[in-house]
């Protein structure tokens, strides 16, 4: 897909991205990086990311602090993270990215919006045929040259890269191998990210819809996105 698929995920994350959603997906992800690695990010490479994610959205210190320290609680239920697959409207294949402490909760509020919106939930494989995972990662056009980055990120595993001009941003992808090189090579070119995550794109089987139809599909899309145990919604759309 060129331009990281004309840069669908940007359409998205405008729809959802309210502030405390953000921190909340944030929050469970710290929690699920110090369970695994403990609570001090020099020795904890996923912790290290979120951290700086949380920069990226202004999530202030205290609620990073807090969050690190409610996870190192022995007491606190585990997160897991969960992926869910079905349709909506018209034929657009879904995948729902969750993280959650009571998977028969998610499963059931998840099932109950693709319902609502039209949609149907389907089975593990169903849809995620359609879809690659890859590293993103964003960082600040301070007057870099886009094709002198492209020839220094490309050995590291850059597939693409481009400038958002509306945030004024560079936007990397990375196939989901190279996220450590990635992130690594970026530090050493001292590139501060403002955010680095997994992401899915759509292969080369999309669809594309009238805006009546549209209608339809964000209906669901927007039930989706409003769970709490929801962090991202991919479709494959054209």
């Not at 909760?105 to 089975?123: H, L, P, Y």
């Not at 220094?152 to 693409?160: P, Q, R, S, T, Y």
């Not at 955010?195 to 009238?210: D, I, K």
Request: glycine share 8%.
């Amino acid at each position: 897909m060129g331009r990281a698929f004309e840069y669908r995920k940007a359409s998205k994350m405008k729809r959802w991205g309210a502030m405390s959603k953000a921190f909340t997906k944030i929050g469970k992800q710290i929690a699920i990086a110090v369970k695994a690695g403990g609570p001090n990010p020099d020795g904890n490479s996923r912790l290290k990311i979120l951290l700086q994610n949380a920069k990226g959205v202004s999530m202030p210190k205290d609620k990073v602090e807090s969050a690190i320290k409610r996870a190192a609680n022995k007491d606190l239920n585990d997160y897991i993270e969960t992926i869910y697959e079905g349709y909506a409207a018209h034929g657009v294949a879904v995948l729902v990215e969750c993280t959650t402490d009571n998977v028969n909760r998610t499963i059931a509020s998840v099932r109950t919006a693709f319902g609502k919106g039209g949609g149907a939930i389907g089975t593990s494989g169903s849809v995620a045929f359609m879809f690659e995972r890859k590293s993103h990662f964003k960082f600040p056009n301070t007057g870099q040259d886009v094709d002198d980055l492209e020839l220094e990120l490309i050995d590291f595993g850059l597939d693409e890269i481009f400038l958002d001009e509306e945030d004024n941003m560079f936007n990397a992808y990375a196939a989901f191998t190279d996220f450590s090189q990635m992130q690594k090579a970026l530090e050493e070119k001292g590139i501060e990210v403002a955010s680095s995550e997994m992401t899915f794109l759509p292969t080369n089987v999309t669809v594309s819809l009238t805006e009546e139809q549209m209608v339809d599909v964000d209906k669901l899309l927007e039930k989706l996105e409003e769970l709490d145990d929801v962090n991202n919604v991919y479709t494959n759309l054209g």
